[in-house]
Structures are given as structure tokens and as C-alpha cells.
């Protein structure tokens, strides 16, 4: 046994520095058990606030995966590094300015022109702490759905790890707020109304001449 490493500690890395801590704390409590001090007020320690993002890489494994420090509970040989919070592009909105929920995938488009340039890449869906379906989300707000759009992020922190991972540069937890914004404010009428009409708005369907004809079932 190392001389570092007693009964029931074990040894990881955070941020490049050894910490020996008991099997049974956090990544958070592993560093105040080391000295670290600790800053009152500052992070919520329940999973909510997002701040405490890390990158985690376990012993014997070349995955990498995105948690949050205060839920992550450490284990030997684990490698641990604290990331920066990212800068968002910072989409402005007011929702008094929407006229009606008529005009919400309009606004949407225009808020947001980016997120309809997504890959399907699955990064952001792989960078959620959370285990959200990001791109999911990301996709129904696209195609007018923001009431399931929103539902799906209901547990997201904005710890901001899906942006970091996106190509397209989409701030996706910054859509999921929008749709949860909307629906709440609007209570949003059916996505397929609102894309029929967003349809008819942009040209891509044209009922006077009966071309693209809907088919109505009664």
C-alpha cells in the first residue's frame, strides 16, 4: 500500500495534483478534505447550479466523460479536472416583445438561425452531466414543438458542457430555456398548427394554388 493511501482512502488526480481522501466523498469534499478551503455561499452542492463542471477519466479506461463535482463520488485512480465556465453568445430576447405564441417559431428562427445547422453529432447529448437528450431538444424546438422541447430540459443546470461540445456553435441549454419561456408564457398552441402556418409565411406552402395540399382527417 502506498504510504500515502491508508485503510479506506484511495488515491485520484484533481487537476494534475495528488489527493488522497475517503472512498465515500465527492470530488468537492475530496478537495476540502485536502485543504482546499471552503467559500461560503458559493456553489449549491445539490446537483443544481452547475458550476462544479469536471471532465472525468477512470483508471483503465480512455473514456472521458462530463460530471458535476459535487455529485461525482471519487474512486481510485480516477483523473479529475475542473473546467471553465464557457462564454454564451449571449441571445437577447424579451418575451413582451413576441407579439403572440402565432409568432414564436418566427422569433425563434431569428434568435436562434444557428440551431437549425445542428450534425446530429450526439456531442452535446454526451457532454450533459445530466443525461439529457440535448440534440432531441434541440430538434423539436427547430420543427415549433417548444412544449416537449422544454419538458425535455427540465433537469438541465445550464452548466453550459453542451455548448463547449458543439460545432455548429448552438447553445443548446440556451434554447431549452427559451422553449420552457414560451411555453410557460404563451402555453403555446399545437406544433403542428405552428408549422403549417410557419409553412405558409415562408412560401414552402402554398394554399391558393392547392399546391402541397394538406389532407384534414375529421
Known amino acids: 500500500?502506498?504510504?500515502?493511501?491508508?485503510?479506506?482512502?484511495?488515491?485520484?488526480?484533481?487537476?494534475?495534483?495528488?489527493?488522497?481522501?475517503?472512498?465515500?466523498?465527492?470530488?468537492?469534499?475530496?478537495?476540502?478534505?485536502?485543504?482546499?478551503?471552503?467559500?461560503?455561499?458559493?456553489?449549491?452542492?445539490?446537483?443544481?447550479?452547475?458550476s462544479c463542471r469536471v471532465m472525468v477519466r477512470r483508471k483503465n479506461s480512455v473514456d472521458i466523460?462530463?460530471?458535476?463535482?459535487?455529485?461525482?463520488?471519487?474512486?481510485?485512480g480516477m483523473e479529475v479536472f475542473f473546467l471553465d465556465f464557457p462564454a454564451s453568445s449571449q441571445h437577447s430576447y424579451h418575451l413582451s416583445e413576441i407579439k403572440s405564441s402565432w409568432d414564436v417559431q418566427t422569433e425563434f428562427q431569428r434568435i436562434f438561425p444557428e440551431a437549425e445547422l445542428c450534425r446530429h453529432c450526439h456531442g452535446c447529448d454526451l457532454a450533459c452531466p445530466k443525461d439529457i437528450e440535448v440534440e432531441l431538444g434541440v430538434n423539436l424546438a427547430v420543427n415549433g414543438r417548444f412544449q416537449e422541447s422544454g419538458e425535455l430540459f427540465f433537469e438541465c443546470v445550464m452548466c453550459n458542457l453542451c455548448m463547449t461540445s458543439c460545432p455548429e456553435f448552438i447553445d443548446p441549454n440556451h434554447v431549452g430555456l427559451f422553449a420552457r419561456h414560451v411555453s410557460s408564457y404563451f402555453h403555446t398552441r399545437p406544433s403542428n398548427l405552428m408549422n403549417q402556418l410557419e409553412a405558409i409565411r415562408t412560401g414552402k406552402l402554398d394554399v391558393n394554388t392547392g399546391e402541397n395540399d394538406l389532407q384534414v382527417q375529421s
Open 1 to 50: 500500500m502506498n504510504k500515502n493511501q491508508t485503510e479506506n482512502h484511495i488515491i485520484l488526480t484533481i487537476n494534475g495534483k495528488y489527493i488522497s481522501a475517503p472512498n465515500s466523498l465527492s470530488v468537492i469534499q475530496a478537495l476540502w478534505h485536502d485543504g482546499y478551503p471552503q467559500v461560503k455561499g458559493v456553489g449549491c452542492l445539490g446537483g443544481v447550479c452547475g
Open 65 to 76: 466523460t462530463m460530471e458535476l463535482g459535487c455529485q461525482l463520488l471519487i474512486e481510485d
